[in-house]
């Protein structure tokens, strides 16, 4: 028996980063909105805990324990007292180390997978608990749609959102690391006085009314700065979409993947053919959003 959960990509529309805490984590105001490009995670029984993936990326994915796929089927067994004996296979189309939650979409991804295949029935509520162990971006990877996270980002309030927007994302050559973008965020910001993050009324209001131009007026990522300090050719990527026609363009969460918000579905493929052919990126993707969490799509 084989159970298969399909779980999307996420891109921050807002993302509020707030000066280092004493434990070295940053308070945010995190505005996720899931798109429409996927990993889906296959689990079955199997003598052991083992991981395989597919897809382009998928030479870079951890195929040992520290696997998010594989973390999160050890800690759903050991709260069960049951043996995580599954294999579990992840074909991998979300960019690895780009900024999209490629990992935590995996992670939600085995964890409901693993619940079925075991036939726990858990509640969401205990789901949604293991999630947030995993890590801050896991717990919206399972809710998907869009939400505002607060705290380390963990804490979701869903949102509700009026509408469908359309989006290119622009792969680049190799990832970035999240820490390490944090990293340069402090020292970029080393001795100013960083404010509260907090989320913008306005941008709430775009979403929830669906008015694609007042969300491309506000969007922002305050760690954009730190991802061009550490890669400035990401620039030219952000010029070529809005040159392209994009209504707004922004690096994805700790990037180096870069998001571009479009007028509608043409005008997205037209934005993603003209990226491509500027030769600053890997490759373009149009995806639209928002798009549901994980869920089963198939049991074998
Ligand atoms: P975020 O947007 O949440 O900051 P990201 O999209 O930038 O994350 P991920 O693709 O989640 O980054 O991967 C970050 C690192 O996590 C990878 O470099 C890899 O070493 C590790 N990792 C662990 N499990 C996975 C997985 N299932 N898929 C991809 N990377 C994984």
Redesign the pocket.
């Known amino acids: 028996m084989s159970v298969t959960v399909r779980v999307p990509?996420?891109v921050?529309v807002q993302l509020a980063v707030g000066g280092a805490r004493p434990d070295g984590y940053h308070d945010l105001a995190n505005v996720f909105l899931a798109v429409g490009l996927y990993?889906e995670v296959t689990v079955e029984r199997a003598d052991s805990l083992t991981?395989t993936?597919d897809g382009p990326?998928a030479g870079?994915?951890?195929l040992d324990r520290?696997?998010?796929?594989?973390?999160a089927a050890g800690l759903l067994a050991a709260r069960h007292g049951i043996a995580p004996d599954v294999h579990i296979h992840?074909a991998?189309d979300?960019?690895?180390?780009?900024?999209?939650?490629?990992?935590?979409?995996?992670?939600a991804g085995?964890l409901l997978a693993c619940d079925a295949l075991w036939g726990l029935g858990s509640s969401r509520a205990e789901l949604l608990d293991i999630c947030a162990e995993l890590?801050?971006?896991v717990p919206f990877s399972l809710v998907g749609g869009a939400a505002l996270g607060t705290g380390r980002g963990e804490h979701l309030t869903e949102l509700a959102v009026g509408g469908t927007f359309h989006w290119v994302f622009a792969m680049a050559d190799g990832?970035?690391?999240?820490p390490v973008v944090f990293g340069e965020f402090d020292r970029l910001n080393e001795g100013a006085a960083v404010p509260e993050p907090v989320a913008s009324p306005g941008l709430l209001e775009a979403l929830r009314t669906g008015d694609t131009a007042a969300l491309a007026g506000a969007l922002v990522n305050d760690l954009q700065p730190a991802a061009l300090s550490l890669r400035p050719s990401l620039g030219a990527t952000l010029d070529a979409g809005t040159g392209a026609g994009a209504l707004a363009a922004l690096v994805?969460?700790?990037?180096p993947?870069t998001a571009f918000l479009t007028k509608d579905e043409e005008s997205a493929r037209g934005v993603a053919a003209a990226l491509l052919a500027s030769g600053t990126c890997r490759a373009a993707r149009v995806a639209q959003g928002p798009a549901a969490g994980a869920r089963v799509v198939s049991r074998g």
Do not use: E, F, H, Y
């Not at 979300?94 to 990992?103: D, E, S």
């Not at 990832?175 to 999240?178: A, M, N, P």
């Open positions: 990509a996420k921050n990993d991981v993936c990326d870079q994915v951890p520290t696997n998010l796929a594989a973390r992840i991998k979300i960019p690895v180390a780009g900024g999209m939650a490629g990992g935590s979409a995996d992670g085995a890590g801050s971006d990832g970035l690391s999240t994805s969460g700790s990037g993947t």
